[in-house]
């Protein structure tokens, strides 16, 4: 490149002035087509240099967001307060639901035996001996 804008700015005597004037007119063209090309390899090396740091600022603002995520689901659980007695209560509490679901689940059992014994034995079905007693221990398990 250098070379052909430095080719354009000999002058040929037997060229003329015109086309003389011409030359240095390309010469002059082409130099500032070389700056801007220069200035927007600058331009675009910044904002290259802006993406990663904004990529970078991404990943970090999603990581404290998953932080902020897990840290409110550990507090609706009960497994961080502010106190030091929260969290031992915490992990107790959901102790406490599985052993409730399990008697749930065991009461449950007990009583579709209790309604399958009554069914057989008064001819009744076991969701009809069910209902009569208020259970609701055929209900569908999600």
Known sequence: MKDIVERLRVKWDSMGDMANAERDEAAYAIICLRNE??????????????????????????????????KVERIMSGLEGCCMTCEPVGVRNQQMSQDIKTLQDQRDEARREVCAWQGATSGKSFRDTAAVRGWDCFKEKP
Not at 46 to 67: H, N, S
């Open 37 to 70: 090309c220069a200035m927007e390899v600058a331009h675009t090396k910044e904002i290259r240099q802006q993406v990663t740091e904004l990529r970078a600022l991404l990943a970090e603002a999603l990581a404290q967001r998953d932080e902020a995520k897990s």
